[in-house]
């Protein structure tokens, strides 16, 4: 059975013009980065490389088409051989079929209402995760945080943590610090392991990247939403970004096919060779 991460996007503004007021160009050049205070133990952490052949292939494996040199998988997958590996972890949010165990087994870490009902996103049938104080973060974090580290052990060199911005659709019972604050305890948990950091999505996070510790971008419709450039001044352009209409990639493809690592994918992101795969790159 092909498990179905939820790639999404909410609708949404863009936020870009704030974000282009607010990004620095970073100032580190290099392709590696070692986590700060680490020992000579620790493992290195290696950045994607800008503009690299890229494929998004979250919602099952299949062998990587010609010229790809990264891709990007859910957890429960095998990294593909000779490929820079980026591990999907769905972080702020319980899979589907995954809320019966949250439910019994840590009922107070999904976020309830004022009625106690669990706040769903109805967009993808995900429960929120209750990241709302310090304390349930840190128990989040060590159970988000050991599906983070089995990315490690399983050979992927870095992860992306989907649902950054769940905080927006949480009715005013997350902001947008909880969710830094989260973000920043798993980016933690993933470098002492060796993965790079994937900031997913929430461009107008773009200026808290240092705060949490993000070494990249991957990016959903930042053609469509306008937020390219932001990605890519933010993270010297390594930005893997994915779009899912023609109309959206072939406007991105001519601003930014030479700076950044575009692909257009159906939006159930499937595998090759099933009905409704669609793949095109710059």
Request: hydrophobic share 40%; charged share 30%; proline share 5%.
């Amino acid at each position: 059975m092909i498990f179905v991460p939820s790639s999404r996007r909410s609708a949404r503004p863009s936020a870009v013009g704030l974000v282009l007021a607010s990004v620095l160009l970073l100032t580190a050049c290099s392709s590696t980065s070692s986590p700060s205070g680490s020992g000579t133990d620790t493992p290195e952490v290696v950045r994607p490389t800008p503009h690299v052949g890229f494929d998004y292939q979250i919602g099952g494996p299949y062998k990587p088409p010609s010229g790809v040199r990264a891709v990007s998988r859910d957890r429960s997958a095998e990294p593909a051989k000779g490929m820079y590996n980026v591990c999907y972890v769905n972080a702020f949010q319980a899979q589907p079929d995954a809320l019966r165990r949250w439910e019994r087994d840590d009922p107070d870490l999904l976020l309830r209402d004022d009625e106690d009902d669990v706040v769903i996103d109805e967009d993808w049938d995900e429960a929120l995760f209750d990241i709302s104080t310090a304390a349930k973060r840190a128990r989040l974090a060590k159970i988000v945080g050991r599906w983070v580290e089995g990315c490690g052990a399983d050979g992927f060199q870095a992860v992306e943590l989907d649902n950054l911005d769940s905080y927006s659709r949480s009715d005013g019972l997350l902001d947008a610090a909880d969710a830094v604050a989260f973000a920043r305890l798993l980016a933690d948990r993933a470098h002492a392991a060796g993965l790079a950091v994937g900031q997913k999505n929430t461009a107008e996070l773009l200026p808290k990247r240092s705060a949490v510790g993000f070494d990249f971008a991957v990016s959903e419709e930042c053609g469509s939403y306008d937020e390219c450039g932001a990605y890519a001044k933010a993270y010297a352009d390594r930005v893997f970004a994915v779009e899912y209409r023609a109309a959206d990639f072939d406007r991105a493809c001519r601003a930014y096919g030479k700076k950044l690592s575009l692909v257009l994918r159906d939006v159930d992101v499937r595998p090759a060779g099933t009905k409704g795969y669609v793949r095109r790159t710059c």
